[in-house]
């Protein structure tokens, strides 16, 4: 399967407690995006990196989320003493950007499944 | 402020018939607008795209429909089949500046045989 994947599928903490997630984009897309899901919502975009430089943050990701892409390639979310607030489904889209200015096509995996309890 | 207005929330439609979905926008500078579909459990999966060039666009059984000075589009599925009942979004995007895309709530299709 060449898509799009994330791991783990599902993850249930407890509150307080560190989750990390990862996502590995469609080999050679240089755009990797997160968003996260809620129940009857729309995703809402959270991060986007261009190879391995994030360039823009939504104000959703708060000081206990942070986002990494270290060689351009996976990605990690990581979100620090978790509340049940952050129960949603977390997507990691990718897409291959050949110019600047130019929308690109995002291709979303099937997300992590998170249950703060 | 939502960005992206989407209706109707749910839709019943029967075997055979026509589901149309509709979408409303407010920011002139979206250039990209794909619908994607999204079965329980899953990631949003691309269905078909438009750019505002073009006012309409077919793939199969899934058809856009584009109106630039209205800034609305909407997403028809002829022949709808049971195997089409998902949650389409219709989204937006601007690729000079922000390249996050902007979703609607979403419309919950149950196609009834």
């Known amino acids: 399967d060449t898509g799009v994947s994330q791991d783990p599928r599902h993850k249930i903490t407890k509150r307080g407690q560190n989750v990390t997630f990862r996502c590995d984009p469609i080999s050679e897309h240089n755009r990797l995006y997160w968003y996260r899901q809620t129940l009857g919502q729309g995703p809402e975009f959270l991060t986007y990196f261009q190879n391995e430089a994030q360039l823009e943050k939504s104000r959703l990701l708060s000081d206990r989320f942070s986002a990494e892409r270290p060689k351009g390639s996976f990605s990690t979310l990581e979100i620090q003493r978790t509340e049940q607030g952050d129960s949603a489904m977390y997507l990691c889209?990718?897409?291959?950007?050949?110019?600047?200015?130019?929308?690109?096509?995002?291709?979303f995996g099937p997300g992590t499944r998170l249950t703060v309890l | 402020q939502q960005q992206v207005k989407q209706s109707p929330q749910s839709l019943i439609v029967q075997k055979g018939g026509i589901s149309i979905i509709n979408c409303a926008y407010e920011?002139?500078?979206?250039?990209?607008f794909p619908w994607y579909q999204q079965f329980p459990g899953k990631g949003p999966a691309l269905l078909i795209a438009i750019r505002p060039d073009v006012s309409e666009k077919k793939e199969g059984r899934f058809t856009i429909s584009f109106n630039k000075s209205a800034k609305q589009f909407s997403l028809h599925i002829m022949d709808s089949q049971p195997g089409d009942s998902a949650t389409y979004f219709c989204?937006?995007?601007?690729?000079?500046?922000?390249?996050?895309?902007?979703f609607g709530k979403g419309t919950k299709l149950s196609v009834i045989p």
């Open positions: 989204a937006a995007y601007s690729g000079a500046g922000s390249y996050q895309l902007t």
């Open positions: 920011n002139t500078a979206f250039d990209y």
């Open positions: 889209a990718s897409s291959l950007a050949l110019r600047e200015g130019i929308s690109d096509t995002q291709y």
